[in-house]
């Protein structure tokens, strides 16, 4: 079970990947948009597209700090509970899609 000061880390944290990666796919798409052969440029606005799932699981580790942080209210004890594993969920996530991203877009 998370105290307080682990899950407002871990909110900040969750709302600084959803940021970083967030910004890196409006990069990768920007950059399939300025290409001209058509079969890369949809290459690099799928990959774009991956980049939202990572950044949807930290929006909901982030909802998940804040129900933890919330005592008392609908969702704070199992938020509290399982606040870690989804955190470990986001940063594989990340990883993974960061992995991806350097051999897919080559």
Do not use: H
Request: glycine residues 8%; proline residues 2%; hydrophobic residues 60%.
């Amino acid at each position: 079970m998370a105290d307080k000061d682990e899950a407002l880390a871990i909110l900040q944290a969750a709302i600084a990947i959803a940021g970083l990666v967030l910004v890196y796919s409006g990069f990768v798409l920007a950059k399939g948009a300025a290409l001209s052969d058509v079969r890369k440029a949809k290459k690099f606005q799928r990959l774009a597209q991956w980049g939202l799932v990572p950044v949807v699981v930290s929006l909901f580790c982030a909802l998940m700090g804040i129900r933890a942080l919330l005592p008392g209210r609908f969702g704070s004890e199992w938020s509290s509970n399982w606040i870690l594993f989804a955190f470990e969920v986001v940063l594989f996530l990340t990883g993974a899609y960061a992995i991806i991203a350097a051999f897919y877009g080559t």
